[in-house]
């Protein structure tokens, strides 16, 4: 086949329990097959992702393909809003856990996910807005919420989302309640909180799940979930029989669809978006971007 299309593929090394093992050379040849050039570039520090895509993903790249953790993806993303960029974005999940690879159904392992990329078609995804700053699928603070950044790279490579786990178990004796307003769809929500989250994913950091009957990725709206600080082991445990069975409608688990929210805390907690730190704000406003990224999935 003739090579008429080029492909940049932006490759986080240090994500990943795999990356010794990733057959990139098959890999690249999936994408001769298919009728691409391929152009590698290895992010090397923080904020990489961006850059690279700002650098090389001109007129010439008929399409981006990142491998690495769900931060990386944030990143190129990120880049490709930058430059106005308007064609494809393809995703090969090399993280610990890899919450949004999931919820598209994109297959774990680097070779079948890379296969499936060159067969996907093209969709469109809603995607967030924190302060300004563009997220895909969570803004978070509060318990669980800092394991995604706080959890050393080694413990991840090793353990994978167990990782988080063994992290959110460590905090869930040790809560430290926000005190918040928010503010969403002309209602009102004030109290002490332990969890706040504004998603569009059916699973958070290994965590928790959210029924996919709940969620729509392209529906215009994210889910916001308030989780309340429970006052006794009776609530603390009604919190998490209403996860188990994901039950979002009680007094101290609640989901509610938003277009725009606002969270105002006096103590301003920083955040998790898509896995990376974000320095928190007294105020936060948060925004839906709708059908802002295309990819194939």
């Known amino acids: 086949m003739n090579i008429y299309k080029r492909l940049l593929f932006i490759i986080n090394p240090s994500a990943g329990i795999r990356k010794k093992d990733v057959p990139f050379a098959d890999m ?8 691409y050039e391929t152009v590698v570039c290895f992010t090397r520090v923080k904020g990489d992702g961006t850059a690279l895509v700002c650098e090389h993903a001109g007129d010439s790249i008929d399409m981006i393909v ?3 953790g769900d931060g990386t993806l944030n990143e190129v993303v990120a880049g490709a809003r930058k430059i106005g960029w308007d064609k494809a974005i393809g995703y090969i999940p090399a993280g610990s856990t890899n919450d949004f690879a999931a919820s598209l159904g994109i297959p774990g392992d680097p070779s079948k996910a890379a296969s499936q990329l060159m067969e996907a ?3 469109t995804l809603d995607i967030g ?9 969570t803004a978070s603070c509060g318990i669980f919420a800092s394991t995604s950044y706080v959890t050393p790279q080694r413990a991840k490579n090793l353990l994978g989302h167990f990782a988080y786990i063994l992290e959110g178990a460590k905090d869930i004796t040790q809560f430290h309640p926000m005190a918040m307003k928010i503010e969403a769809e ?5 109290g002490s909180f332990i969890f706040v989250a504004l998603c569009n994913t059916f699973s958070l950091g290994g965590v928790m799940t959210l029924d996919r009957d709940v969620v729509d990725l392209n529906d215009g709206y994210f889910e916001l979930l308030m989780i309340r600080e429970p006052k006794d082991l009776i609530q603390l445990n009604l919190i998490r ?14 989901i509610i669809k938003v277009k725009k929210a606002r969270v105002s805390c006096e103590d301003a907690p920083d955040w998790s978006l ?5 320095q928190g704000k007294e105020v936060c406003e948060f925004e839906v971007l709708p059908s802002e990224l295309r990819m194939k999935y």
């Open 28 to 35: 690249i040849m999936d994408f001769s097959d298919h009728g």
């Open 66 to 68: 990142c491998m690495g």
């Open 121 to 123: 078609k093209e969709r």
């Open 129 to 137: 807005l924190f302060n300004k700053r563009s997220f895909i699928y």
């Open 186 to 190: 002309g209602k009102q929500f004030e």
């Open 241 to 254: 029989k209403a996860l188990m069975e994901q039950e979002y409608d009680t007094e101290l688990v609640k």
């Open 274 to 278: 898509d896995g990376e730190y974000a």
